[in-house]
């Protein structure tokens, strides 16, 4: 599901995060029961952080209210929903893949593990506030540890292992064969819609080489 939803950082400062979070939930309510009633759909993948505060660890009580609306839906689908979002421990957050299963609730997270320098992450000698103030759009998120499978259970009850790849992810062809030598039998690659989508033409090129390495790791997986 892609609603081409973009600049969420923006809209954050001029609507109010709960405002945003409510355009973007609902949008992809809608949309995920086009899929899933209309085309059938076995399981459903949201793209990267499009849920964007931690899952399953909320900051407060609305966020604690939109996490048990994402599983009441989830249950009503009666498929399994695979989505970005963050998670977070004593070291930090992290831009994560989170997989939810009707009935069952959170299945695990997969945690993204080549981060963007200098918009995900900034070496720990660097970070401060003079960076911040000359980058204000560096993020401080934690690396994952790498490859992590996760079971996908369809909608007839088959379990697919999936190993999900976010966006810089797929450029690393240790990660996806890591992946495939933990049990994978697919890969899940993510990406954030302003990458993709028309609203990011600046990007064309370089969303065209992505979809080009992201291929290769599925000819060197047979994934």
């Not at 309510?29 to 660890?57: C, H, K, L, N």
């Amino acid at each position: 599901v892609q609603a081409n939803i973009t600049d969420i950082e923006s809209r954050r400062r001029s609507q109010g995060t709960y405002e945003v979070v409510r355009e973007l939930l609902d949008t992809h309510f809608a949309m995920t029961y086009d899929a899933v009633e209309r085309q059938r759909a076995d399981a459903v993948m949201w793209s990267e952080t499009i849920y964007p505060t931690t899952f399953g660890q909320p900051k407060s009580e609305a966020g604690a209210a939109f996490d048990r609306e994402i599983q009441t839906i989830v249950d009503a689908a009666r498929v399994p929903f695979v989505f970005g979002t963050y998670d977070r421990d004593t070291d930090g957050e992290y831009n994560a893949a989170a997989l939810l299963e009707p009935g069952r609730g959170l299945v695990g997270f997969y945690r993204k593990t080549r981060l963007f320098p200098f918009t995900e992450s900034v070496p720990s000698w660097l970070d401060g506030a003079l960076l911040h103030r000359a980058l204000p759009w560096a993020g401080r998120w934690q690396a994952g540890s790498g490859a992590r499978v996760l079971p996908l259970r369809l909608r007839d009850g088959r379990e697919v292992p999936v190993q999900p790849l976010i966006c810089r992810d797929s450029v690393d062809p240790a990660l996806a064969i890591a992946g495939a030598r933990l049990g994978a039998h697919a890969l899940l690659t993510m990406s954030n819609d302003a990458w993709f989508s028309s609203a990011g033409e600046g990007h064309s090129q370089g969303a065209a080489m992505h979809q080009a390495v992201a291929a290769f790791r599925s000819i060197e997986t047979r994934l």
